[in-house]
């Protein structure tokens, strides 16, 4: 008996037999700092075997082990013990701490023994024990089951991420950071709006799917390296190769039927699709319940987004460095034409938009009206005079493309063009309308083609 | 020449005399150094002119005009230069296509050495994936609607009539292991005339679907879809069955028994244009080819297939397909397309509808890509390059880009004997989540009849609309 005592135990105070039953803990108290016990308190070593051990409750009477004391408690009841040796050896509670068995560890000195026996357990697995528990979603590791199961439950479910490419999953705490962050994303963002245009090669920082950016931990990459695939592959400034490359062998490596390139990413992408069986990105919608997330690709710091709750997402408002931000205003469908302020171009369907209008009569405000109008025109009216007089009055009142360049003089040319060729060449456009197809030559711009094909002949230019 | 010198203009004495601007002949020096010192404002104004100016010509015969137009065009379009200069690079070479198809032996010489890389599809339709929110919105909303119809069902079907981007099925598969009844038994049919791509769905669904637990069998149908044989889908009693075609369906709007050998040209005369009096011109010998073949085909029904399908116009495809389809009794369906009309009787139709529509397009590339982006370049060359190609360049059974208008649609699968299911406001909600997720702001969600349609700014791009087979004693009231 005392061999076996000593067996499971080492510690130099008060030795507690594996069989005693525990009195339930105490009345909750305030709690101490973790590993700062009760002076008063009984100390208690448990040997590692013990600790880890399972079933620590013994029936004394069938010697069957339960893990919890009121486990045992009820399997006594079925016994049908008389009723003195039902009782418990009434015992005062006395508060027990818990030594950590390993001698390298802090908690192994008395002093900085833990309060509770599932504590210790705990902490010897977490510290000192096998990680023997995997997520399946991310790479983490547990040693401890309950660690395992409360972390895959939220792993991946919801995640707040900031821009900067911190993950939280906690969103108190990704909004304290956010509240940190914006100032930073927003100092960002002015000062590259002011010293880049649009078409500054460093617009790419706003581009999207990256195997995880440089702020984000291992594990996120190893997470996210299945999901993503960088496609564009002209901004190598934020990422650093080697992460990208992992992230990028990570990903091949997913896909077990991949030949594994590893060659950096470079402008012509050529390695990585070199490989038929390709390269498509999963996970663009999130798992479960319906609920798809938002992989903004266009994220500036590229890290992939997997949440799936919109207030998670930044990324609207938080374009960082992207002085497209400026854009949408500029391609806003109405005010057209006054919205050329910048530097920029004019969106192709605000130029359409506008030529339209010029070109139109003012009866038809739309492209195609003006095609069809024109179309039907033809068909039945051989004589287009009405119309070239309705371009040409119409063309000079509202032909106001440019300043004072040489390209204005050119516009305005086009316009002066028409006003005064047409009604001096009708006859000769007349007739080659007919025979070409009464006016198809006529564009919804007013100004007639075999007219420009004529100007040098007919001003004497050149 | 075309010049026709008139000494008694009227015209007085232009300050620009001395400008050399808008001499068109090569002949006559170097006519544009003016030209490069354009904004690009008043540029793409003068290139979308040219454009039409060019197009004009083409419809009518007027080659040498033509020809003229795209030589100034291509003083001023680029393929790297801003939107318009794509588009108008992009526009100009579909409109020289079409004007070469005159010559076939030409034609084809310089077609004939083209590559089409298997690797540069693959990689050009993974771009457009990620690029744009339109397929991930479509994807969304079908695998939404599909949750939706497929709610208590133990057996699905689902037949994917463009099986090339497993991303939808993988997230699918996701949303039914999640279902709070369980998963179902589910079958993926997959329709792509490419084996390897079919072989790539399938290594990565069956991966998946082990993964989530879910009985799951993916069955490759190696096919086009013009030549489907509905048999080879293997519909069975009993299972629930949905389909979902995703930007396939105007491939086969496409007249039936149009002979391939047609040339262009002959359908290329805009109406009411006069016969008579095109013989009358004295165009260079050409031009009278292309006069000769003007008078003698006109087959007035080639590109019907934007009238009314209760019309009797020609067989197209689509009715046969759609009527095996609806025999098959599917619980859904699920149409994307895009919403444009793109297949009008009339080059000058079919131009300025497609200009705006990928103009639009080009515009979210613009927004979205730095021009230096090799991605974007490849999206504008190897995919709406060539479907503007085909829009302009093509006619009859080889003009597969025909796309048409949601209301067109709707009319269409009406009539085919489908009854419209309401797209799930839930499914629209995800769909503008996704959207205000990206960077750029110009995409909006709209619904339309029940229908979802994807905008770029105010013009529609693509539209998603769900159906069912409606039997013959429903009636849509």
């Given amino acids: 008996m005392l061999e076996q005592m000593a067996d499971e135990a080492i510690s130099s105070s008060f030795i507690q037999n594996q069989i005693d039953e525990s009195n339930p803990p105490p009345a909750k108290k305030k709690r101490n700092l973790p590993g700062t016990p009760d002076p008063e308190a009984e100390v208690i070593a448990l040997s590692p075997k013990t600790l880890m051990a399972t079933n620590r409750f013994l029936c004394e009477i069938c010697g069957k082990g339960f893990q919890r004391d009121q486990n045992l408690q009820l399997h006594r009841r079925g016994h049908n013990l008389p009723w003195k040796l039902k009782q418990r050896t009434s015992k005062e509670v006395r508060k027990r701490v818990y030594v950590c068995p390993e001698k390298s560890c802090v908690h192994n000195h008395p002093s900085r023994a833990l309060g509770d026996l599932t504590g210790i357990k705990k902490h010897y697995c977490r510290k000192h024990g096998e990680k023997k528990w995997k997520c399946e979603k991310c790479a983490k590791r547990y040693a401890v089951q309950s660690d395992w199961k409360a972390h895959s439950k939220t792993c991946g479910t919801r995640e707040y991420k900031c821009d900067c490419g911190t993950i939280f999953s906690r969103r108190d705490s990704f909004i304290t950071h956010r509240a940190f962050c914006e100032a930073l994303a927003e100092e960002t963002a002015r000062v590259t709006a002011a010293t880049s245009s649009i078409n500054n090669s460093t617009l790419p920082n706003m581009n999207y799917h990256f195997m995880g950016s440089a702020s984000l931990g291992q594990n996120t990459a190893q997470h996210f390296s299945s999901i993503f695939e960088p496609v564009i592959s002209n901004n190598h400034e934020i990422f650093t190769d080697p992460i990208r490359q992992a992230g990028l062998s990570l990903w091949m490596g997913h896909d077990s039927t991949q030949s594994s390139h590893t060659a950096p990413m470079n402008n012509n992408l050529q390695p990585l699709f070199s490989d038929p069986k390709s390269n498509y990105q999963f996970n663009w919608a999130s798992t479960g319940n319906n609920r798809i997330s938002i992989p903004s690709p266009f994220d500036e710091h590229q890290t992939t987004s997997i949440a799936s709750s919109t207030n998670a997402l930044p990324v609207v408002n938080k374009d960082v460095g992207n002085q497209l931000v400026s854009i949408p205003s500029l391609y806003s469908s109405q005010n057209m034409t006054d919205q050329c302020t910048h530097s920029a171009t004019m969106s192709a369907t605000a130029l359409l938009q506008k030529a339209a209008q010029i070109g139109a009569t003012s009866t038809d405000p739309s492209f195609l009206e003006s095609i069809g109008l024109k179309r039907s025109n033809m068909n039945h009216v051989q004589d287009g005079s009405k119309f070239f007089g309705l371009f040409g009055t119409n063309l000079m009142t509202t032909t106001n493309l440019g300043i004072s360049t040489t390209a204005d003089q050119v516009n305005e040319h086009l316009s002066n063009l028409n006003h005064h060729l047409y009604p001096s060449k009708r006859r000769h456009i007349q007739q080659d309308q007919d025979s070409s197809g009464s006016g198809e030559t006529r564009d919804f711009l007013g100004v007639g083609a075999r007219s420009i094909c004529h100007t040098p002949s007919i001003n004497g230019w050149i | ?477």
Wanted: glycine share 6%; proline share 5%; charged share 20%.
């Fill in chain 2, 1 to 477: 020449m075309m010049f026709q010198d008139d000494g008694s203009s009227s015209v007085t004495s232009s300050p620009f005399q001395n400008s050399p601007m808008i001499s068109l002949s090569p002949g006559l020096g170097s006519p544009y150094p003016l030209l490069k010192e354009l904004k690009s404002e008043d540029r793409g104004l003068y290139l979308i002119h040219l454009l039409l100016t060019c197009a004009t010509h083409v419809a009518t015969g007027s080659l040498e005009n033509a020809n003229l137009s795209l030589d100034q065009i291509s003083h001023l379009a680029s393929p790297d230069g801003d939107t318009m200069q794509r588009i108008a690079s992009y526009f100009a070479e579909a409109l020289a296509d079409r004007i070469l198809k005159a010559w076939p032996g030409l034609y084809k010489a310089l077609h004939s050495t083209k590559l089409s890389l298997f690797s540069e599809d693959i990689l050009v339709r993974k771009i457009f994936f990620e690029v744009f929110p339109f397929l991930k919105v479509a994807f969304i909303v079908t695998n939404q609607a599909i949750i939706e119809a497929m709610e208590g069902e133990k057996m699905v079907h689902i037949i994917d009539l463009n099986a090339a981007y497993p991303m939808q099925w993988h997230a699918l598969l996701q949303d039914l292991s999640a279902r709070p009844e369980g998963p179902p038994h589910l079958r993926i049919t997959g329709v792509h005339p490419q084996k390897e791509v079919l072989d790539q769905m399938a290594h990565v669904l069956t991966e998946e679907a082990e993964k989530l637990d879910i009985p799951f069998q993916f069955n490759p149908v190696v096919s086009k879809l013009d030549n489907l044989d509905i048999e080879q889908l293997r519909v069975k009693t009993g299972e629930a069955l949905a389909i979902s075609s995703i930007l396939q369906l105007h491939s086969l709007l496409c007249p039936v028994d149009e002979p391939h050998k047609r040339s262009p040209l002959t359908t290329m005369k805009s109406n009411g244009v006069n016969l008579l009096r095109a013989s009358q011109i004295k165009q260079s010998t050409l031009g009278d080819l292309l006069q000769k073949d003007m008078v003698n085909g006109q087959s007035p029904g080639a590109d019907s297939a934007s009238s009314s399908p209760q019309s009797s116009a020609p067989a197209v495809q689509i009715d046969g397909f759609l009527n095996a389809l609806w025999g098959l009794s599917p619980k859904v369906m699920v149409v994307a397309e895009q919403d444009s009309n793109h297949n009008g009787s009339s080059l000058m139709e079919r131009l300025s509808e497609s200009l705006y529509f990928y103009a639009a397009l080009f515009d979210c590339l613009e927004s979205t890509l730095p021009r230096s982006s090799m991605e974007r370049l490849k999206l504008e060359k190897f995919l709406f390059g060539e479907e503007v190609k085909n829009i302009i360049a093509c006619e009859g059974s080889s003009r597969k880009e025909r796309h048409e208008k949601l209301e067109k649609w709707i009319q269409r699968l009406d009539f085919a004997g489908f009854g419209s299911v309401p797209l799930s406001y839930y499914g629209m909600l995800q769909a503008r989540r996704l959207v205000q997720g990206y960077s750029c702001d110009g995409y909006r969600i709209k619904e339309e009849n029940g229908c979802v349609v994807i905008c770029w700014q105010d013009r529609a791009l693509y539209s998603v609309s769900a159906w069912r087979c409606r039997r013959m004693a429903e009636v849509d009231v």
